[in-house]
């Protein structure tokens, strides 16, 4: 028998009391959305896709798709495995979009919103229904949740936890929220559901694992959970941030609740997403773009020795002299200056097992040295950089600096380059030529009177 305790309550409308920092968030997202607004998201579309598809094919890849294939059938899209549940279909396609290292970023929330936020709403768009405008609409909603929160935890808690991990559910939520047009006090129980079961240990870039794919996909899982309890009446922590056993007091020791409302008014935090060229951590690529500039001023052979000045986490992460794995190299500053040099902008293959073990690459390596400076650690997050002071054989001194990353909104890519780019990851995964074009075709389309099922009907 059980025992017997309080009688239940009802929770109280979270938007009624002082007004929790996810209710004061949940109130930014009723800003109107333009045309020009989703036609920015398709191209966010486009891009995870293209990560994801060749993603798909990766290891970790392979074996979630193994694992997809033993859930329960239903009416979602999950990339090469078949139609599963809207909640196993996000998490196999949220495990895809991070493997690459390619997928889009915002810089001072330091996370991945496409990976997380795009397989959440196209899974329970698309077994429900969802028009283009809702689905498009649901993705700025989410970028705009997950970035804000991000942007608030702190670099404290980038120390220990990844942010894709612990913001994502988050940013999910707030997604299928809006497909489910959850009213503004189901959508603050939806994100302290969401938030309630947030996690994610940077153990695993320690470690060769698969680990960092189930992170994006677990947390695309959780915040659509989040969403669909919430319209069934299911509650939450409307103070899930801020509470005193809340996300900041346990995670986050230099938290600036400050950004979930800053500039209320301002643009959708979509619009401050990166795309990244290069296939290697975000962390990696401001030396990746300063080594090009380096690349026109002397030769390979030329150089004793190279300085790589950075700011502290990109010198956490990826100074990693001797890397023995993909993982690795896609985590070495010393492997990218070496690719760079040596054959001038990386490729998707500049990071695999044969690059790795090349003589040439491999004698370069322990050249290059990684070193913190004030001018890049006092500009991060706002500005990722890095400088290169080259030393040559002969004496001479060589320096070149980028102040922003290749992709950011100080250094942007155009419209154009992220097209290319994902075409040219469809056709790495074998995608014929027609399949592409149709896919380039009908994301764009989503935002200019395209439908959801004329995309995923095209989804191996």
């Known amino acids: 028998m059980l025992p017997s305790g309080p009688p239940f309550r009802a929770y109280p409308d979270p938007m009624t009391a002082a007004p929790s920092l996810t209710a004061q968030l949940v109130a930014l997202l009723a ?28 290891a970790p890849g392979v074996a979630m798709q193994a694992y997809g294939r033993t859930l329960a059938a239903g009416g979602s899209h999950a990339i090469g495995t078949g139609r599963l549940q809207p909640e196993s279909a996000a998490l196999v396609n949220g495990s895809f979009g991070n493997v690459l290292e390619m997928d889009d970023i915002h810089r001072t929330s330091i996370l991945h919103p496409g990976p997380v936020v795009i397989p959440a709403a196209l899974a329970h768009g698309e077994a429900h229904g969802a028009t283009a405008a809702d689905f498009l609409d649901a993705l700025i909603r989410g970028y705009e949740v997950v970035i804000r929160i991000g942007s608030s935890v702190g670099l404290g808690h980038y120390k220990y936890f990844h942010n894709t991990a612990t913001c994502g559910p988050f940013g999910a939520a707030a997604a299928v929220g809006s497909l489910l047009r959850l009213t503004p006090a189901q959508m603050v129980h939806a994100l302290g559901n969401a938030g309630t079961v947030t996690g994610g240990l940077w153990q695993v870039r320690l470690e060769n694992a698969m680990s960092k794919q189930f992170h994006t996909g677990h947390a695309a899982r959780a915040g659509l959970v989040a969403a669909d309890m919430a319209k069934h009446g299911f509650t939450g922590p409307a103070q899930i941030l801020e509470g005193p056993l809340g996300m900041y007091a346990a995670m986050c020791r230099d938290a600036k609740p400050a950004e979930i409302t800053a500039d209320p008014a301002g643009p959708w935090k979509v619009y401050d ?27 390979p052979a030329e150089v004793k020795s190279v300085t790589v000045n950075t700011y502290g986490d990109a010198k956490s992460f990826c100074d990693r002299p001797d890397p023995k794995t993909v993982v690795d190299a896609k985590f070495s500053l010393q492997h ?8 001038g902008p990386p490729v998707l293959e500049s990071f695999e097992l044969p690059a790795i073990v090349r003589p040439d690459l491999a004698a370069f390596r322990p050249k290059v040295t990684v070193a913190v400076t004030d001018r890049f650690n006092h500009a991060y997050p706002q500005h990722y950089g890095a400088g290169l002071m080259a030393e040559t054989l002969d004496g001479r001194k060589i320096e070149v600096s980028v102040s922003d990353a290749l992709g950011d909104p100080g250094n942007p890519v155009d419209d154009a380059r992220v097209i290319a780019k994902a075409r040219q990851l469809m056709e790495a995964a074998g995608l014929p030529a027609a399949r592409i074009d149709s896919i380039v075709q009908k994301t764009r389309a989503l935002a200019d009177g395209g439908t959801l099922a004329a995309l995923t009907a095209l989804l191996p």
Do not use: E, M
């Not at 401001?286 to 690349?295: E, F, G, P, S």
């Not at 990218?336 to 054959?343: G, P």
């Open 336 to 343: 990218a200056v070496a690719v760079v040099l040596q054959d």
């Open 31 to 58: 800003r109107p959305i333009t045309p020009a607004d989703r036609d920015r998201a398709t191209l966010h579309v486009l891009d995870w896709l293209g990560c994801a598809l060749l993603g798909a094919k990766a």
């Open 273 to 299: 997403t990166s795309f990244k060229p290069w296939a290697a951590c975000r962390h990696s690529h401001a030396t990746i773009d300063a080594a090009l500039l380096l690349r026109d001023k002397v030769k």
